[in-house]
């Protein structure tokens, strides 16, 4: 089984800035996509930023681009996503994400992943 810690989530007034961390707890599959999803009550989930391991090569959202960044940790297959002037619509439960295998390229579908965090919540005031 492969076990993703998400930490880092909470609650910020609009403008404020929060740090996601995510690491693999134990044994991890080989994996070349990993990133972050969120999901709003009634939304569907999406894909906030994600990272192709093999090259640092990254994707972020049109919502958020400009105003995160997604890092990596290749060794521990870790990811960071720093999130900053935060908006309401941000609200929402974060998810921590892989691949179970390794792909020409990481694609923005959530049915395209295998393994899932727990979930970390980020809550935007206005």
């Known amino acids: 089984q492969v076990l993703l810690a998400e930490s880092g989530g909470g609650s910020v007034q609009a403008g404020g800035s929060l740090r996601l961390s995510c690491v693999a707890d134990?044994?991890?599959?080989?994996?070349?996509?990993m990133g972050w999803f969120r999901q709003a009550p009634g939304k569907e989930r999406e894909a906030v930023a994600l990272v192709y391991t093999d090259d640092d090569g990254t994707y972020y959202a049109d919502s958020v681009k400009g105003r995160a960044t997604i890092s990596q940790d290749r060794a521990k297959y870790s990811v960071i996503l720093t999130m900053n002037n935060l908006k309401p619509d941000a609200t929402a439960v974060y998810y921590c994400?892989?691949?179970?295998?390794?792909?020409?390229?990481?694609?923005?579908?959530?049915?395209?992943?295998?393994?899932w965090g727990q979930g970390t919540q980020v809550t935007v005031s206005p």
């Open positions: 134990g044994y991890v599959v080989a994996t070349n996509c």
């Open positions: 994400a892989q691949v179970g295998g390794v792909f020409r390229y990481c694609r923005t579908d959530p049915r395209e992943y295998t393994y």
